[in-house]
């Protein structure tokens, strides 16, 4: 029996207050699996950097030998610039490994590691938002960061830690700026402000976010005049933490004129642009050291590098139409801007720490171009990735080795660079101490030998080689040759006449070939050049007792010396002050404080002081 229809005015109404049922949407981007895949291969790929020690290329700075740690000095952390650098944020990083471990290289490596698997999963996150939500784009992207070789640097060798710590803020930053273009939605655009404030006061190479964002405008369709207001605070603060940058590295960092030209600079840009870009595909060479080249002759890869750069500007004009393309260029190149040596920082041409955040863009525009070429079937682009991604991963877990120890690390790169004048008096510093510990007595003299190799390969290629001539005393003293350690320190004092260190050595050698006027002449210009040279202040208050009886001057000096850093040794000094002034008392209770500081009191002086 046929259904009849019901009126149009009978049939069943829902009420207005039943919510309508929607149809279910399908969850295509659980992201959890994803982010445990590339988190698991990437802390793979750098477990073994967790069993590494200190390095003397720059760690003995930022950490061994950095007083802002003890404390920890807040004032000093968040005023002084440590060797150029103003980054409080990253020195903080390091007061926090000091209070839980000290020296054990362990925490600060641990650190460093897992602020690096972190940036891998936020590339992930900031890839998959602007890809479109697609999870295979974001991963092999994350995977190429997170694992590429010359990405090692950045995260094995301690003194990096700003690298790690300021692009966790930037991309941070990046993240809620997209979302502020996607949902827009004010505070987004403010926590974007703040995350670029703690990227900032942790490396000053944050300045170019402001640019960065600009690019994601582009990319997200947005007008570029319309939030240029909303950039204003950024562009500022940008300019303002570049100036405190370039006034701080001008008197150090920076090379002048006199040892670049602008066309030499021209050439370096065009070289380095082109470089980091070819070593995306090809790592190779592998070192911590790129030397600036150091005959007149720059070499070919340098002088023909402008015809890269011609025709990536070329491709560029053609392919101007072509967001893929655009965007990942200049991702590529606007985090290179300040590294392209057009205004030359620090000792080499190329450092492979500097490409941490430019792949990131010419891995997204590569991933995306394989996405979208279709007579290229998705199979074999998956598996061409998946293979790079195998030997990148195997390449950098070999490469964490290389940082194991300053040794290992001048070793490998003298394999590259073997007349790189710092890479080899950087070894030779690194032997000298390692002759001096117990175990290695045996083997001192074969030791010395190689250091000493090291430094006169050093002077050969470059004559005026400041450190070969403080290495090569600092050995001769060790070794009590003091004529030939004498000479080094006039030469050091010729090169470098405001240098401590120089002045310390001569004193040392005056003061061991019994001339104390001259010794203490040399110590008091080391206090004139660094007034809480402490080292030099106790030496200068040793003179004074032993060598001219003055024990009110000396007992002065050894309280100064106390006051900037009560280590044992100057305790006990001044304990010797004051049994030589007839001040038992207090003679004792400095010989106890300072063997409880771990100084080593001599038999004949306990006898002097009765102390059991």
Known sequence: MASKKLPKSKRPVSHPSTPKKKPKEKRDYFLLPWFCLVAVLTAVCLWPMLKNEFTNWDDEFYIVNNPLLRGPDWKGIFSQQVLGNYHPLTILSYAFNYAISRLDPFSYLLVNYLFHIANTLLVFYFIWNISGKNKVIAAFVALIFGIHPMHVESVAWVAERKDVLYTFFFLLSLIQYWIYLTKAKKKNLVFCFIFFVLSLLSKPAAIVLPFVLFLLDYWYGQSLKKNIAFKIPFLVLSIVFGIITVSIQSSSAMAGLSIFSITDRFFFACYVLMTYFVRFFVPYPLSAFHPFPITNFAGWPIYLSPIFVVALLVALWLLRKNKIVVFGIFFYVINLLLVLQIISIGLTIVSERYTYVPYIGLAFM??????????????????????????????????????????????????????????????????????????????????????????????????????????????????????????????????????????????????????????LADYDKCIEIKPDDHRSINNRGSLYMNSFQKYNEALNEFNKAINISPQASYILNRSICYYKMGDMQNAKEDALRASQGGAVIPDNYKSLLQLK
């Open 366 to 519: 590569f991933a995306m171009l394989a996405n979208r070429i279709k007579f290229i079937p998705q199979k074999v682009s998956l598996v061409f990735g998946a293979v790079l991604i195998i030997v990148f991963g195997i390449i950098s877990f070999q490469r964490t080795k290389v940082w194991k120890n300053s040794g290992t690390l001048w070793t490998d790169a003298l394999k590259t660079y073997p007349r790189a004048p710092y890479a080899r008096t950087n070894r030779a510093n690194c032997l000298s101490k390692l002759a001096l510990r117990p175990d290695q007595k045996p083997y001192a003299d074969s030791i010395y030998k190689v250091a000493f190799e090291d430094c006169a390969i050093a002077l050969s290629v470059r004559p005026n080689h400041a450190p070969a001539f403080e290495y090569r005393g600092l050995m001769y003293l060790d070794r009590q040759q003091i004529k030939e350690a004498l000479a080094d320190a006039n030469e050091l004092i010729r090169l470098k006449p405001n240098y401590r260190i120089a002045y310390d050595m001569r004193a040392t050698c005056y003061y061991k070939m019994n001339e104390p006027a001259k010794a």
